[in-house]
T-cell receptor, first 112, second 113 residues
Framework: GQQLNQSPQSMFIQEGEDVSMNCTSSSIFNTWLWYKQDPGEGPVLLIA???AGELTSNGRLTAQFGITRKDSFLNISASIPSDVGIYFCAGQLEDSNYQLIWGAGTKLIIKP | EAQVTQNPRYLITVTGKKLTVTCSQN?????MSWYRQDPGLGLRQIYY???????DKGDVPEGYKVSRKEKRNFPLILESPSPNQTSLYFC????????????FGPGTRLTVT
């Protein structure tokens, strides 16, 4: 089936560092979303992107819908301990009907 | 409080014993969906529903059934569970106009022995 390649798989960072992660595919997407999952909970929507080139911020988080419509990026500035968790990208394919394709997730860990 | 609730949160059962996981939302959302989450595989959609009495298969529907008799409820039924259905299950809901902006329940961890 269709795949999203999400990288990195995991990140160890120092508090205060900036974080970048991305999702890529060989397919074209109409929508990109970024979710965060805390331990023991369901994913929570962070940012939704609906247009190629769109750049959207939510506090310290910024996400972009790639110009080619095949990728998306999420940046977190000045990370804090509560940023720990798993971040998922999800995309709606150009020719799909209400289905999302999900990346495998990026696990963010803050070094003590 | 706007939320999606699932019950039970944890379930251990044996192969072949029929079970139902309930899902309910209080946001008047038309769209509801079931996912399973397995390590390294992200979220995979099982079934979704655009509205009452309208359901469709997702990526991994085999071995599962759903029904949507009321707008707020979307139960997941495993008629004859098998060990390969051991997983973490999430229910989600959203507005039909923005079905991709989904609100997730807290998850149900199912173990089939």
């Amino acid at each position: 089936g269709q795949q999203l390649n999400q990288s990195p798989q995991s990140m160890f960072i120092q508090e205060g560092e900036d974080v970048s992660m991305n999702c890529t595919s060989s397919s074209i997407f109409n929508t990109w979303l970024w979710y965060k999952q805390d331990p023991g909970e369901g994913p929570v929507l962070l940012i939704a992107l609906y247009k190629a080139g769109e750049l959207t911020s939510n506090g310290r988080l910024t996400a972009q819908f790639g110009i080619t419509r095949k990728d998306s990026f999420l940046n977190i500035s000045a990370s804090i301990p509560s940023d720990v968790g798993i971040y998922f990208c999800a995309g709606q394919l150009e020719d799909s009907n209400y289905q999302l394709i999900w990346g495998a997730g990026t696990k963010l860990i803050i070094k003590p | 409080e706007a939320q999606v609730t699932q019950n039970p949160r944890y379930l251990i059962t044996v192969t072949g014993k029929k079970l139902t996981v309930t899902c309910s939302q209080n946001m008047n959302h038309e769209y509801m969906s079931w996912y399973r989450q397995d390590p390294g595989l992200g979220l995979r959609q099982i079934y979704y529903s655009m509205n009452v009495e309208v359901t469709d298969k997702g990526d991994v529907p085999e071995g599962y059934k759903v029904s949507r008799k009321e707008k707020r409820n979307f139960p997941l039924i495993l008629e004859s569970p098998s060990p390969n259905q051991t997983s973490l299950y999430f229910c989600a809901s959203g507005l039909t106009g923005l079905p991709y902006e989904q609100y997730f329940g807290p998850g149900t961890r199912l173990t089939v022995t």
